[in-house]
């Protein structure tokens, strides 16, 4: 009985010290995740939902977009700076002009995630009338978005 004394008072340690961080409610207005899968998604939808909001000129944006954040859609063969903070986000809205969005899924193996730590995610805005695609890269501090670096580029669909 007395040698697993030290391995149980290890695990407690443990759960303790990372508990707090991975499980309930982070501190950065993200709902509690249980590990990286759940974490990109609800990033993902974070980063959908400001575009959302600021092409809407919604003024919850500004709860979810850090006011030194930076905004850069590049197009062809030019890098376009589209300013900071909310302005930064609703030019980015502007210029992209989606109406749909795409992101692929965390397929690796599930790790526990600190929700407020830096992370990124990237998803594609597609306007689908003019056949632009939106390649964005966001990057999140604290629940927020700091920056969002993307390309623009054309596409062809068809049916097979």
Not at 35 to 55: D, F, T
């Amino acid at each position: 009985m007395n040698r697993w004394i030290p391995a149980i008072c290890v695990f407690l340690v443990t759960a303790v010290a990372l508990g707090p961080a991975f499980a309930g409610p982070s501190g950065c207005g993200l709902p509690a995740t249980s590990g990286s899968r759940e974490l990109q998604k609800v990033l993902s939808l974070r980063a959908v939902e400001v575009v959302k909001l600021a092409a809407s000129s919604d003024e919850a944006l500004a709860a979810l977009v850090a006011p030194s954040a930076s905004f850069n859609l590049g197009g062809g063969d030019v890098g376009r700076t589209l300013g900071t903070g909310v302005n930064g986000a609703r030019m980015l809205a502007q210029m992209m002009k989606a109406d749909t969005y795409r992101f692929l899924g965390w397929d690796y193996m599930d790790m526990p995630a600190d929700p407020c730590s830096q992370r990124k995610v990237e998803v594609e805005f597609i306007d689908s009338r003019s056949k632009s695609v939106s390649h964005v890269e966001f990057t999140f501090e604290a629940g927020r978005v700091v920056s969002a670096d993307g390309w623009e580029r054309s596409f062809e669909t068809g049916r097979l």
